[in-house]
């Protein structure tokens, strides 16, 4: 069968690989949709991280067409978005184990364990489905920066998770969200997500449009805006600098995007602002929250580029080259 693989730094390939060999703990699943995002660009521009060739893919959906009999949870013909971590291996699904979800056919080991495969919503498309992944991303980002009802928030990045933290936000009843990006394409996307405000960097003064919108918060080097809130979802370096520089006293700030090289960081701002930096990593606790988002609000139109698993090179393309883009999605089943 087919499975994109990692062979090497800037070396992808769609490669023929044996067929699966389930055991009794064990489930296949025929993969519906799966989608690629930067953590996959970053992996294929390092090589790998496990030094020979790496299966990709974890933002999985698909039908069950087989379970071992010690899975007691799952039967076939079921429709079923895949968590790609398995709590006996450090190594996520696509990210480092020997199984990655840019394949037709997938073993879903240790399937026995349980919350390895969640039922999806009658009426909900499998391509959507494929969603609840980044979806979980973009909802640990909230749960992160502690934003709770009455807050002002601000989140600087709308590529997928970007988004859906503004979707996350929005379901949870922040009604006062400002969506910050260049790209005219994502900002429309933020809107219509939810978010009451969106900023262009490119034409405005972001902090004053921030103080505009949210008001003024007392500091005694000047007001600041009174944003209480920041996802950090760009992966520009210059804005945690930013936001430690004209946010608020108290001000607290979830960081989602990957910074793989060291960022300067005011010490003295964070220390007299009493401001609170997280990283945010994976998901929620409870990973049916993100399933039961999808099933409340359509955010299928995240989803801008599909594209067939043989024509993966043009979705990882899209996905390098376009700030426009949302979520790349390939998809090899029923929609």
Not at 15 to 29: E, N, Q
Not at 285 to 303: M, Q, T, V
């Amino acid at each position: 069968m087919k499975q994109i693989m990692v062979h090497g730094p800037n070396d992808v390939r769609l490669d023929d690989v044996a067929d699966p060999d389930p055991g009794p703990r064990d489930a296949l699943v025929r993969v519906a949709a799966c989608g690629i995002c930067g953590t996959d660009v970053s992996y294929i521009h390092m090589g790998g991280i496990t030094g020979k060739p790496m299966a990709l893919g974890h933002e999985i959906s698909g039908v069950v067409e087989w379970v071992g009999p010690e899975v007691t949870d799952a039967a076939a013909g079921d429709r079923v978005i895949v968590y790609p971590a398995d709590g006996d291996d450090p190594m996520r699904m696509g990210s480092g184990s020997t199984e990655g979800g840019l394949t037709p056919l997938l073993l879903v080991r240790n399937a026995a364990r349980g919350r390895r495969l969640f039922r999806v919503p009658d009426g909900m498309s499998l391509h959507t489905a494929a969603l609840a992944e980044p979806l979980g991303v973009g909802m640990q980002s909230v749960n992160q920066a502690e934003v709770e009802r009455g807050d002002k928030v601000a989140v600087f990045g709308c590529g997928p998770i970007g988004l859906t933290a503004i979707a996350t936000l929005v379901d949870r009843g922040i009604d006062d969200v400002v969506a910050i990006d260049f790209s005219e394409a994502r900002r429309e996307l933020a809107g219509g997500l939810g978010a009451a405000h969106v900023l262009d960097p490119a034409t405005d003064d972001v902090w004053e449009e921030l103080k505009r919108i949210h008001g003024t918060a007392s500091f005694m080097f000047g007001p600041t805006a009174a944003t209480d809130a920041f996802i950090e979802a760009s992966g520009a370096d210059s804005v945690i600098g930013d936001i430690l520089q004209h946010g608020r006293f108290g001000g607290r700030m979830s960081v989602v995007a990957l910074h793989y090289a060291p960022v300067p960081t005011s010490y003295v701002n964070l220390l007299m602002k009493q401001f609170t930096i997280r990283g945010s990593f994976e998901y929620p606790p409870r990973f049916e929250d993100s399933i039961e988002l999808l099933e409340r609000h359509d955010l299928s139109g995240i989803i801008t580029h599909k594209q067939p698993l043989d024509e993966f090179h043009v979705g990882l393309e899209v996905l390098e080259t376009s700030k426009d883009c949302g979520k790349v999605m390939i998809t090899m089943g029923e929609e």
